[in-house]
């Protein structure tokens, strides 16, 4: 079976600090990764794709890989509370994997 | 304006009483899914096709039938639906087939009575 596993959460934050979201996956062959946003009631949309292993960043987004530990992380950094959401972690090994989410919540 | 729509938005239904999703995306993009999204179980592939007339089942296919006559549509079909049906469901379409970055429709709220 393929697996994506996160925490449920909820994860809160202060403002202005750093969130860290993990994600560990089953599947060996599973080639590109994906965080996704979800605010409730909302469709996910993608924040990033990771593809090989070590970081990834983009503005406040930090997405990081290890394959040899079936390990992807996010990191938020300077945290606002427009981040308040669920976050969906992906894997894909022709087949997309999504994890459960771990919905993150930031305090003003 | 690049989009994936869905319709109908919210479905209140009866077990028994057939419906269809309907799913269009204008960015002939070549791939597409059905997913559901229940409580603490994420996002379940239920269906997904790599082109016209190329469908395959993804984790949860059963009480589900999908078509792919054209590129831009991906109607998802309950013949029979169930109260165990009743979810949210997405569909999505890829824009970079290379690297499976899905983009996601607005979502169909269903529920079966």
């Known amino acids: 079976q393929k697996e994506v596993e996160q925490n449920s959460g909820p994860l809160s934050v202060p403002e202005g600090a750093i969130a860290s979201l993990n994600c560990t996956y089953s599947?060996?062959?599973?080639?590109?990764f994906f965080w996704y946003r979800q605010y409730s009631g909302k469709s996910p949309e993608l924040i990033m794709s990771?593809?090989?292993?070590g970081d990834k960043e983009d503005g406040r987004f930090t997405a990081q890989l290890n394959k040899a530990s079936q390990y992807v992380s996010l990191l938020i950094r300077d945290s606002q509370p427009s981040d308040s959401a669920t976050y969906l972690c992906?894997?894909?090994?022709?087949?997309?994997?999504f994890g459960a989410g771990t919905r993150l919540t930031v305090k003003p | 304006e690049a989009q994936v729509t869905q319709n109908p938005r919210y479905l209140i239904t009866v077990t028994g009483k057939k419906l269809t999703v309907t799913c269009s995306q204008n960015?002939?993009?070549?791939?597409m899914s059905w997913y559901r999204q229940d409580p603490g179980l994420g996002l379940r592939q239920i269906y997904y096709s790599m082109n016209v007339e190329v469908t395959d089942k993804g984790d949860v296919p059963e009480g589900y039938k999908v078509s792919r006559k054209e590129k831009r549509n991906f109607p998802l079909i309950l013949e029979s639906p169930s109260p165990n049906q009743t979810s949210l469901y997405f569909c999505?379409?890829?824009?970079?087939?290379?690297?499976?970055?899905?983009?996601f429709g607005p979502g169909t709220r269903l529920t079966v009575l």
């Open positions: 960015m002939n993009h070549e791939y």
């Open positions: 599947d060996r062959g599973s080639q590109s």
């Open positions: 990771i593809y090989s292993n």
């Open positions: 992906a894997a894909n090994n022709n087949d997309m994997r």
């Open positions: 999505a379409s890829v824009f970079n087939y290379g690297s499976f970055e899905q983009f």
